[in-house]
């Protein structure tokens, strides 16, 4: 596991721009972000909630919707008091895919 979560860093570092653009790229890329956006708050970004934060955690009581069979672990689809669908994921691939996708929300990159 502590490879994956180097290997992640590591994925993360190199994907991170190095070299500020000079005036004449600069001027392309005046659109919004869509894929990265610079995280100048980073410290008070929430890794255990993630992008949501605890007040848009899942809340009990819980209706199941579906099975997923696709993919190689079970997933179920839910939907929680508050009518907010959820993917439920189980097996080993569930908790380092959070993990993971909070280290890439942390860095600035736009997660689902």
């Given at each position: 596991?502590?490879?994956?979560?180097?290997?992640?860093?590591?994925?993360?570092?190199?994907?991170?721009?190095?070299?500020?653009?000079?005036?004449?790229?600069?001027?392309?890329?005046?659109?919004?972000?869509?894929?990265?956006?610079?995280?100048?708050?980073?410290?008070?970004?929430?890794?255990?909630?993630?992008?949501?934060?605890?007040?848009?955690?899942?809340?009990g009581?819980?209706?199941?919707?579906?099975?997923?069979?696709?993919?190689?672990?079970?997933?179920?689809?839910?939907?929680?008091?508050?009518?907010?669908?959820?993917?439920?994921?189980?097996?080993?691939?569930?908790?380092?895919?959070?993990a993971?996708?909070?280290?890439?929300?942390?860095?600035?990159?736009?997660?689902?």
């Amino acid at each position: 596991m502590k490879v994956r979560i180097h290997a992640l860093v590591v994925a993360i570092i190199l994907t991170v721009p190095l070299v500020r653009a000079d005036k004449s790229t600069a001027a392309i890329y005046r659109g919004k972000e869509v894929l990265w956006k610079a995280p100048n708050d980073i410290q008070s970004r929430n890794l255990f909630y993630g992008i949501g934060g605890p007040s848009h955690a899942p809340r009990g009581p819980f209706r199941f919707l579906k099975e997923d069979r696709e993919g190689s672990n079970p997933k179920y689809s839910i939907e929680d008091s508050n009518g907010v669908k959820w993917k439920v994921k189980l097996g080993r691939e569930a908790q380092p895919e959070t993990a993971a996708t909070r280290f890439v929300w942390a860095a600035g990159y736009y997660t689902d």
